[in-house]
């Protein structure tokens, strides 16, 4: 039972950790202001992804 | 035998109908030719979607992280004093945004986002449904998309700069045929002054996509196994997600009745739940002993603590 208990732990942990992180990439990414850098980009025709390069 | 199809398959098609009309609800860019530009733009979809396409609401993440990666082209942090201003430029450098809200849908639902709700992946389901004979092509091709995320949506439009020492999309320029077809050709069909202008890269891109297409045809999902980087991202997150796909191998009568329901042509009692599972749980809604079900990562870790 200690086996499995200590195994259940360790993916527990893995996925808090998986989503703290995430949570913490939003937080710099946002007020890195890159949703801003990617907006001036989406709002123009990508001439690269219509294949006009 | 009773039928073993549950309303789970039902909701699915109508979760994928759903999602590609809400990426896409700007109907009247497909009218005017013109592309959407409004604040929604600020956000992107959990899915490869174009924005480039004339009825795209949401940016793709895909896009928005070369964008990111390739607009850092010519950073020398040597060039920087201190180690604060280089960890500043390193963090506004990589598309921290992007890789948060994908890996923040993956450590909760894993890949569940190709199976559900990604338009070119549902695309692909409704060309594999017309009658012909079906394969599965190698198994070793699936490790090609881990090499595409890494070299085409990072290292390329971080490294590959022009004279003014910017990156491109090279993902979107070299091979997305979502792209291709959700704005490339709407466009030129609606733009004549954008047709005049198409020259080697249309006709390469129109060329991939129709080999994909046709692919699409008599291999499932080719593209969503084989090629596409978000999967390829997604992939891993199946291992830690909170939400995962139990299976009860002992009770397994081997029908094969759900890998032949696979939308990736898994081999489901050896691959459920792996980095390639979608899932989009059409083996657990046809499976004659119900042995698939979905938990939670803490549901299922001490099943002794919890008899007790």
Redesign the interface.
């Known amino acids: 039972m200690l086996k499995a208990t200590g195994r259940a732990g360790q993916v527990q942990v893995s996925t808090i950790i998986t989503l703290l992180l995430a949570l913490i990439l939003i937080f710099i990414g946002f007020s890195n202001g890159e949703h801003r850098s990617y907006f001036q980009k989406a709002v123009m025709i990508c001439t690269q992804c219509i294949g006009l390069g | 035998m009773h039928s073993m199809h549950r309303p789970g398959l039902k909701i699915r098609f109508w979760s994928q109908i759903a999602a590609t009309i809400s990426s896409n609800a700007y109907l009247i860019g497909f009218k005017t030719g013109n592309?959407?530009?409004g604040v929604l733009?600020?956000?992107?979809v959990p899915t490869l979607n174009?924005?480039?396409c004339p009825a795209a609401l949401f940016?793709?993440p895909i896009?928005?992280m070369q964008?990111?990666v390739a607009?850092a082209g010519g950073l020398d942090l040597t060039a920087l004093p201190t180690i604060g201003a280089r960890l500043t430029a390193i963090?506004?450098s990589l598309?921290?945004?992007?890789?948060?809200?994908l890996?923040?849908i993956?450590?909760?639902v894993g890949r569940a986002a190709c199976g559900w709700a990604c338009p070119f992946g549902w695309f692909q389901e409704l060309l594999n449904r017309i009658p012909t004979p079906k394969f599965n092509g190698p198994k070793v091709f699936k490790y090609l998309k881990y090499v595409i995320l890494i070299v085409f949506v990072f290292l390329l439009p971080a490294f590959w700069l022009d004279e003014y020492d910017g990156g491109?999309?090279s993902f979107?320029?070299y091979i997305?045929p979502a792209?291709?077809l959700e704005?490339?050709v709407p466009?030129?069909i609606l733009q004549p002054s954008?047709r005049s202008?198409?020259?080697w890269?249309?006709?390469?891109?129109?060329t991939l996509l129709g080999i994909i297409l046709l692919a699409a045809v008599f291999i499932r999902r080719p593209f969503c196994r084989w090629v596409c980087p978000l999967g390829a991202f997604y992939g891993p997150?199946n291992?830690?997600?909170?939400f995962k796909i139990e299976f009860n191998k002992a009770g397994c009568i081997e029908c094969g009745a759900c890998s032949r329901a696979c939308p990736v042509s898994l081999d489901v009692p050896r691959e459920v739940d792996s980095a390639e599972c979608l899932r989009c749980l059409e083996c657990r809604d046809v499976c004659p002993k119900s042995l698939l079900k979905i938990s939670t990562?803490?549901s299922s870790?001490?099943?002794?603590?919890k008899q007790q």
């Open positions: 592309i959407y530009t733009k600020h956000g992107c174009c924005y480039s940016a793709c896009g928005a964008v990111t607009g963090s506004t598309p921290l945004l992007v890789i948060g809200f890996a923040l993956g450590s909760i491109e999309p979107c320029k997305c792209g291709t704005g490339g466009l030129a954008l202008q198409l020259g890269l249309f006709t390469w891109k129109a997150f291992r830690v997600s909170l990562r803490a870790a001490c099943p002794e603590l």
